[in-house]
């Protein structure tokens, strides 16, 4: 195996990075190892459970199945990137926190993402709707259906704050 | 002192920092000069090694270090029985645990070989290629029959045969109670393998300080004090040398407290001889077969009844699967044993098991802990039972409840912390009301059901009962220090795996303390806060270390007051102590900031009176003389598509008595999550092996995991029955959604195809469209 290095510029959260990897790094090391941001997790490296999933131009994608030389040039936003910059929670993290949709947080990053894309297409979700976007990211610990609350509930808000 | 947080919904002090990523997980300790390790495993089930090929895989660049059995010297030792068999005369138990890296002779797909330490992980699983192992194969009995008929390969060949342990509780005359019984009914059940897949998988950290003599781990372990105690006498180290920190842990359900993985000795190990930090992280793949399993036991079971349905006895015989090595004692099926006898009043029970040795990976606890399968025994007979005489199925439960005065109620055999297995209090009846009234049984059994299947629906309704000994010994301690800057440090000895501690035991102090629950920094899992503990398992960390950090608040609340008495000179009860201060009642401007308060118990200067102790601060240690029991009951509408056999959830109800509550929120999410683990148990989840021992379904494609779609919305009430065992009345909860979800898919299903009538029963967990169609006959 060569470990020859490549650059690869990116920007990530909204700041330009660059950095120098192997070609078969994923973009999931890359985030987490090289680059600080360990808020996107790993659960499965094989594109199931969903806990690495970060917004590719704007789109969800698994960190995980994506090589991270195939990210230069595209946006990045991570579970870093969802709170304003002083660390007030948005409103689908507030509504999480509200409803108690997380117990040990680990999936929770993964599914902050996916939700926050899906509630960008959906802004008036029915619990059918949102369980179908969920069920691609796996979750052990709540039975997800204080994920669905807080979901409904964000997306509530968001529609009585417009 | 008035309750504003006890009991309350209070939204997670943890939340935070879990939502915008910035909570320290193990893999995201990263230390300067980190080494990666990955490990060579094995593919087979039964096999010896004849020799083992370094060579390419050590001239690797970037490769560090390899290691094997060989290399380990003295550290290479079978690990800790970490939970000895139960003090009792009869009991047959054969200590096989296993080492670090296989030596001789490998028993189970995974057992691992060779430890790799690289430049990264990437180099490291490269090496793991350049491993050339020369295996001779040998037979393998890689299921429970299999291993117990005589002339079945041995795992271990110094025993005579695959016997790892046997039991025998029993309590009054079960012979006599059949002899005079009006029906007796027996069945064989069967109860297959399943693991907990947390989200995280584990890993380990280990950073060898030479300077500073010390050692500092930081695992995903569930039992951090025990694992520092071990890692000192192994590394031969003194317990002040070794810090664990169990850091935010992404689930944890049971497995991650096993001591020891093999890579928790030589992430270590390695750390120290090579003298830089290590990392390793366990895959998906390594999960599956190097994390512990649960579950796969056979029941031969019957059941004795008069003709009103009242039970008069219960006799199982069971075999369980302990895996390829027995660390944990009986624990499982002890718990099995002993959950059998539900809520009901068994007047006698003859329940023996023997454990068996298989070429499978170890079976250790994981959420239930045996529990569901003793269950599910229980249950099943009651609705065989129920049929059988024509009683309805919620009828011939509510029939042998314990009555609500018969409680402590003693069952006279021993439970798994070794104490007498004695519920300390329930009320059964109104539980089973409230559940009924929620699902609607009788309007559906009426009126629903038949107009639905006229329609062609395939529609049907269960109803299942359970307890949960919670809450067991031996102990665990809390330290609570107010600080000078008026904040209060809260530290116990328990890990936290998601469970809300930072909350819900921060809300036990702040009402005592008179401070926000905002301002309780909780400290759980760091042995270098707290020094001692047993872990946390068995739905006790809110009963015995939340019991234990009401005491330590007490009493910190007493210095607090006494304290202040002594700066305004005037008589504790005077004195009002809220909002982080305290203040002299009715007398405007005379208060002082709790921070103030602990610097004036802290003096820098001067003398003390004798006994004098420094700072606003307590200590306390709780542990009870046994366990709580919590009780609930599950019901469930299922249709069915004759078609596929795919079931749809319809209505779900939970009714659940975990005595008092402390955070409404935080039980309903335990209970959910629970529910979700049981609904996989039921019908998604199963390790697949075949007869050579290989795991065919090792991924989380082929491991199905229930996601939003299969797990339905439940409505959830409590009852609430306050234990007398700890003065908050507290019961555990962690365990009691994924007790009883096996039976309840058995009956719902059963009803759902009438399968009664057509003569076939459900007795076996996990079911499954594809195992329904079997059962069913293939048409």
Redesign the interface.
């Known amino acids: 195996?060569s470990?020859t290095r490549h650059r690869v510029s990116l920007t990530v959260n909204g700041a330009p990075r660059t950095t120098e990897i192997?070609a078969?790094?994923l973009l999931s090391d890359v985030l987490?190892?090289e680059l600080?941001?360990?808020?996107?997790?790993?659960?499965?490296?094989?594109g199931?459970?969903g806990?690495c999933t970060v917004l590719f131009d704007g789109l969800p994608v698994r960190a995980c199945l994506m090589l991270a030389v195939q990210a230069t040039g595209h946006a990045i936003t991570?579970?870093?990137g969802?709170?304003g910059a002083d660390?007030t929670?948005d409103g689908l993290?507030t509504a999480?926190?509200?409803t108690?949709a997380?117990?040990?947080?680990?999936?929770?990053?993964g599914i902050?993402i996916t939700m926050r894309a899906f509630l960008d297409e959906h802004p008036a979700p029915s619990?059918a709707e949102?369980?179908?976007a969920?069920?691609?990211?796996?979750?052990?610990?709540?039975?997800?259906?204080?994920?669905?609350d807080a979901v409904l509930l964000a997306a509530a808000r968001r529609r009585a704050a417009a | 002192m008035t309750t504003r947080f006890f009991g309350a919904p209070i939204?997670?002090n943890?939340?935070?920092r879990?939502?915008?990523?910035?909570?320290l997980?193990v893999?995201?300790v990263?230390l300067a000069g980190l080494l990666h390790a990955a490990l060579l495993r094995s593919p087979l089930a039964h096999a010896r090694i004849r020799s083992i090929d370094l060579a390419a895989a050590r001239a690797r660049?970037g490769v560090v270090a390899i290691y094997t059995a060989e290399d380990l010297g003295a550290v290479w030792k079978p690990g800790p029985l970490v939970v000895p068999p139960p003090p009792l005369e009869q009991v047959v138990y054969h200590t096989r645990t296993q080492g670090p890296l296989v030596k001789h002779k490998i028993r189970h797909v995974g057992e691992p070989i060779a430890f790799v330490v690289a430049e990264s992980r990437?180099i490291a699983e490269?090496a793991l290629d350049d491993i050339v192992v020369d295996y001779e194969p040998l037979p393998v009995a890689a299921d429970l029959l299999t291993a117990a008929a005589p002339g079945a390969p041995r795992v271990h060949d110094d025993l005579p045969d695959n016997v790892a342990a046997q039991l025998r509780q029993t309590k009054g005359d079960y012979a006599a109670a059949a002899t005079r019984a009006a029906l007796v009914i027996k069945r064989r059940f069967r109860y297959d393998r399943g693991c907990?897949?947390?989200?995280?998988?584990r890993g380990v950290v280990a950073e060898w300080n030479a300077k500073a003599d010390r050692l500092t781990v930081w695992d995903t372990t569930q039992a951090p004090v025990f694992l520092r105690n071990g890692l000192a006498g192994v590394l031969g180290l003194s317990e002040r040398q070794v810090r664990v920190i169990a850091p935010?842990?992404?689930?944890g359900?049971g497995p991650k407290i096993v001591m020891f993985y093999p890579e928790e000795i030589l992430v270590p190990w390695a750390a120290m001889r090579l003298e830089r930090p290590v990392k390793w992280i366990e895959?998906?793949s390594e999960h599956f077969v190097a994390t512990t399993h649960e579950r796969d036991q056979i029941h031969d079971a019957e059941i004795a009844l008069a003709p009103d349905g009242r039970i008069l006895g219960v006799k199982d015989v069971f075999l369980h699967d302990m895996g390829a090595y027995d660390p944990y004692g009986l624990t499982i099926p002890l718990n099995s044993q002993c959950t059998l006898l539900g809520p009901y009043a068994i007047p006698s029970y003859d329940s023996s098991f023997t454990c068996y040795f298989t070429h499978k990976p170890i079976v250790t606890p994981y959420r239930g802990a045996g529990r569901q399968h003793g269950v599910f025994v229980i249950e099943r007979l009651l609705d065989l039972a129920a049929q059988a005489l024509g009683i309805d199925r919620a009828e011939i439960r509510r029939r042998n409840f314990i009555a609500p005065d018969a409680f402590p109620h003693d069952n006279e055999i021993m439970f798994q912390d070794f104490a007498a297995l004695k519920y300390d209090s329930g009320n059964y009846a109104p539980m089973l009301d409230k559940l009924l009234e929620m699902i609607g049984y009788d309007a559906f059994l009426k009126d629903e059901q038949p107009t639905l299947r006229a329609a062609g629906k395939h529609v049907g309704i269960a109803v299942v009962c359970y307890v949960e000994g919670t809450g067991i010994g031996p102990y665990e301690g809390a330290k609570i220090q107010v600080q000078s800057s008026g904040r209060v440090s809260l530290a116990t000895g328990t890990g936290t795996?998601?469970?809300?501690h930072y909350t819900s035991f921060a809300q036990i102090a702040a009402d005592q303390l008179g401070v926000d629950v905002r301002d309780i920094d909780v400290v759980t899992g760091d042995t270098d806060q707290f020094y001692w503990g047993a872990g946390t398992f068995a739905s006790r960390g809110a009963v015995v270390a939340g019991t234990a950090i009401d005491q330590a608040a007490k009493v910190v609340r007493q210095k607090i007051l006494r304290t202040a008495a002594e700066h305004f000179e005037c008589a504790e009860q005077d004195l009002v102590l809220e909002n982080g201060a305290v203040a002299v009642n009715g007398v405007p401007g005379k208060s002082i900031a709790l921070g103030a308060l602990a610097g004036l118990a802290n003096p820098m200067r001067g003398a003390v009176a004798a006994g004098t102790e420094p700072g606003l601060e307590a200590t306390s240690y709780f542990g009870p003389p046994y366990g709580a029991t919590a009780s609930g009951a599950h019901a469930m509408i299922v249709e069915v598509d004759p078609e596929t056999l795919m079931l749809t959830i319809k209505k779900y109800v939970v009714v659940h008595d975990c005595g008092t509550i402390i955070n409404p929120?935080?039980v309903?999410?335990q209970v959910?999550?629970?529910?979700?683990?049981g609904i996989g148990n039921a019908f998604y989840e199963q390790l697949v092996f075949d007869a050579e021992g290989q795991l065919l379904n090792g991924?989380?494609?082929d491991y199905l995991?229930p996601?939003?779609?299969e797990?339905p919305?439940?409505e959830l009430a409590h009852t609430v029955t306050p234990s007398p065992l700890n003065p908050l009345g507290i019961k555990g909860v962690g365990e009691a959604?994924a007790i009883p979800v096996g039976p309840l898919f058995a009956q719902a299903i059963e009803n759902a195809l009438d399968l009664p009538a057509k003569g076939i029963e459900l007795l076996e967990i996990p079911l499954s469209p594809n195992r329904l169609w079997q059962l069913l006959g293939g048409s």
């Not at chain 1, 997380?102 to 990053?109: D, K, N, R, S």
């Not at chain 2, 935010?248 to 689930?251: A, E, R």
């Not at chain 2, 959910?672 to 683990?677: E, I, K, R, S, Y």
Request: with cysteine.
């Open positions: 195996m470990a192997e078969r790094a987490r190892h600080g941001l360990s808020g996107t997790h790993v659960g499965c490296e094989q199931v459970c806990a991570t579970v870093e969802l709170a660390g929670l993290q999480f926190r509200d108690h997380l117990q040990c947080g680990y999936c929770t990053p902050l619990e949102i369980r179908e969920l069920s691609g990211n796996l979750c052990r610990c709540t039975g997800y259906q204080h994920i669905v | 939204t997670r943890e939340d935070p879990l939502l915008t990523g910035q909570a997980f893999d995201d990263e660049p990437a490269d907990s897949s947390p989200i995280e998988t935010f842990i992404g689930g359900f895959d998906r795996q998601g469970q809300g929120l935080i309903a999410g959910q999550g629970g529910v979700a683990q991924t989380l494609a995991l996601s939003a779609l797990v919305r439940m959604g």
